[in-house]
């Protein structure tokens, strides 16, 4: 009896399949290097057209595509849609499992004592940072994801001066401060890995906030759009954070708590994950620390810990007369781009020379990363530490103003301070509600509405919320073990704790306008809106998109 194989032969299709598969992967071997990054996740590094090395995701398109044209340069054929999927699976199973790892990054990377940024154009270019000077170099291993919004950045000039920038933008005249402060944050932003600012621009309308962003992003971080919307669903948002190394987001007119916390985090440095596949256990992973912009006419960041991590930027309106043309604008900014990302790089390299000498008097503010590099650039600049600490530390009195404005409790807290003699309140949280309810009539501040804390409980979470920017504003309020009575509450008012920067900043403002604080931060911010939800914003900005109106005002300042 004659037995039988039980192993069918395979069709002739299979076979060529097969046959193919097995023939590109010798291929894709030989060409491109596969390997995993930080998250797991597969990519091919590879010379594309004319030689230049590209890095793509194994299940992306342009991977496949780069396949399909490999086995076209060998054997002059189309390779079939099933030997295209084995050889893409069979890819990314030895980049996962045979591969090296290789840290990944967006747009600016850190390695070591130096700054790597990628220029993402053509001839694969990356700017190398180090203090000792900066250099235009090809690169040569694989370092920086790819996104099909990027955009590529002009080489630097032989010669420049960050200060070439100045004339494009319509800062508040004659605020010393804010030129210093937004230099020194446009530097920042090439630095990565550590909790960078937030960025808030603000102004009446005409007043350029979102040619100022456009700038920023052509500097930093080129991509289409330039400009982010803030949408009411937040799914999107940590899609944007992860994709995008410079996020400026576009007429915000209020944040949710959501969508504060997420950019807080985003800030500070985190990620997220959620699920590949509904019908997998496996999970998409993202990590990232970005740089945040926001501009709006009113107040659009409102919770204290925003508030804590922000910069603020004022803006004025342009006058009729120096208004400019979109399509002239933008040309005479393409020109001098490259002189700028001279200064920039130049000041960058001189920071880091600084930066471990740098010490700050007096200690540090919330953001002490920033501050401490904030000091090196200032330097490098040719301003003193002092300068800088000085500048932002009043910008942290406007934010603290901005709170207190914010917060109705803490309002009627300034309030009751101000009549009790002595400087001194104690008592349980429930009597603290029933005097402040009191100086809430008087302030015509309304309790009915439904913040209004509705017992002592709540209003003592509220205070929590809000101790450290009472602390800048001279007021102590502390909760001494419960007793039986009730929780205790003790208020004190000692005077101002922040440095004589930021005292002397709040006297020099009433001094000159004849007006409070309260009025400064008014100025910046516009009256606190009750629409707490952010517009509707185009991707691509609201005043004009870039280059699409040749009559549209752009910034230039006077």
């Known amino acids: 009896m004659t037995a039988h194989s039980t192993t069918s032969p395979?069709?002739?299709?299979?076979?060529?399949?097969?046959?193919?598969?097995?023939?590109?992967?010798?291929?894709?071997?030989?060409?491109?290097?596969?390997?995993?990054?930080?998250?797991?996740?597969?990519?091919?590094?590879?010379?594309?057209?004319k030689g230049t090395k590209m890095m793509r995701r194994i299940k992306s398109e342009d991977f496949a595509h780069w396949l399909r044209w490999l086995y076209y340069q060998e054997t002059g054929e189309a390779i079939g849609k099933e030997a295209l999927q084995?050889?893409?699976?069979?890819?990314e199973c030895r980049a996962l499992f045979e591969g090296p790892e290789h840290t990944l990054y967006n747009r600016i990377a850190l390695s070591g004592d130096e700054v790597i940024y990628n220029l993402c154009?053509?001839?694969?270019?990356?700017?190398?940072?180090?203090?000792?000077?900066?250099?235009?170099?090809?690169?040569?291993?694989?370092?920086?994801?790819?996104?099909?919004?990027?955009?590529?950045?002009?080489v630097p000039a032989v010669e420049g001066d960050i200060r070439e920038l100045l004339p494009f933008i319509n800062l508040k005249s004659a605020s010393k401060d804010m030129e210093l402060l937004l230099l020194v944050y446009i530097v920042s932003c090439f630095i990565p890995e550590y909790p960078?600012?937030?960025?808030?621009?603000?102004?009446?309308?005409?007043?350029?906030?979102?040619?100022?962003?456009?700038?920023?992003?052509?500097?930093?971080?080129?991509?289409?759009?330039?400009?982010?919307?803030?949408?009411?669903?937040?799914?999107?948002?940590?899609?944007?954070?992860?994709?995008n190394y410079y996020a400026p987001y576009d007429n915000v007119r209020g944040?949710?708590?959501?969508?504060?916390?997420?950019?807080?985090?985003?800030?500070?440095?985190?990620?997220?994950?959620?699920?590949?596949?509904?019908?997998?256990?496996?999970?998409?992973?993202?990590?990232?620390?970005?740089?945040?912009?926001?501009?709006?006419i009113n107040a659009c960041a409102e919770e204290p810990d925003l508030l804590d991590r922000c910069l603020l930027i004022e803006l004025e309106r342009i006058p009729k007369p120096e208004r400019r043309r979109e399509?002239?604008?933008?040309?005479?900014?393409?020109?001098?781009?490259?002189?700028?990302?001279?200064?920039?790089?130049?000041?960058?390299?001189?920071?880091?020379?600084?930066?471990?000498?740098?010490?700050v008097p007096g200690g540090l503010n919330r953001m002490a990363d920033f501050e401490q590099w904030g000091c090196a650039i200032a330097e490098a600049l040719g301003y003193s530490t002092a300068d800088f600490i000085a500048a932002y530390e009043r910008n942290i009195g406007v934010q603290t103003q901005v709170v207190i404005d914010e917060s109705d409790v803490a309002q009627c807290l300034v309030a009751l301070m101000e009549r009790e003699g002595g400087g001194l309140w104690q008592g349980t949280s429930s009597a603290l509600l029933e005097k402040l309810v009191k100086v809430a009539a008087e302030e015509k501040i309304n309790t009915k509405d439904p913040s209004w804390p509705t017992n002592g409980s709540v209003l003592s979470r509220r205070i929590r919320g809000v101790l450290s920017n009472l602390r800048d504003a001279g007021i102590h309020v502390s909760f001494p073990p419960r007793g039986g009575h009730g929780r205790k509450v003790l208020i004190q008012k000692v005077g101002q704790e922040s440095s004589p920067a930021?005292?002397?900043?709040?006297?020099?403002?009433?001094?000159?306008?004849?007006?409070?604080?309260?009025?400064?931060?008014?100025?910046v911010f516009g009256n606190p809106s009750p629409d707490c939800q952010p517009t509707e914003a185009e991707n691509n900005g609201g005043d004009g998109n870039d280059g699409s109106s040749e009559d549209s005002p752009a910034a230039q300042s006077s």
């Open 10 to 49: 395979l069709p002739d299709d299979a076979q060529e399949d097969q046959k193919q598969a097995g023939a590109l992967i010798e291929l894709c071997t030989d060409a491109a290097l596969l390997f995993h990054d930080q998250l797991n996740d597969a990519y091919a590094f590879f010379s594309g057209r």
């Open 121 to 154: 154009n053509g001839a694969s270019q990356i700017v190398r940072v180090g203090g000792e000077g900066f250099a235009v170099e090809t690169q040569s291993d694989p370092l920086f994801r790819y996104y099909r919004h990027q955009r590529p950045q002009r």
């Open 255 to 296: 944040l949710s708590g959501k969508v504060s916390d997420l950019l807080c985090r985003a800030s500070t440095g985190d990620g997220d994950s959620r699920r590949a596949l509904y019908t997998d256990d496996g999970t998409f992973n993202r990590e990232y620390q970005r740089c945040v912009a926001l501009n709006g």
């Open 502 to 523: 930021v005292a002397e900043q709040m006297s020099l403002e009433s001094q000159q306008s004849g007006d409070s604080t309260a009025a400064m931060a008014a100025e």
């Open 327 to 359: 399509k002239e604008f933008w040309k005479a900014f393409e020109h001098t781009t490259p002189r700028i990302l001279h200064g920039i790089f130049q000041t960058l390299s001189k920071a880091m020379a600084l930066h471990d000498s740098i010490e």
């Open 196 to 243: 960078h600012v937030i960025l808030i621009a603000s102004g009446e309308k005409g007043s350029a906030k979102s040619t100022l962003l456009r700038i920023i992003r052509r500097l930093v971080d080129p991509a289409h759009p330039l400009l982010l919307g803030l949408k009411g669903k937040t799914d999107e948002l940590p899609q944007q954070l992860d994709q």
């Open 86 to 91: 084995k050889a893409v699976d069979l890819c």
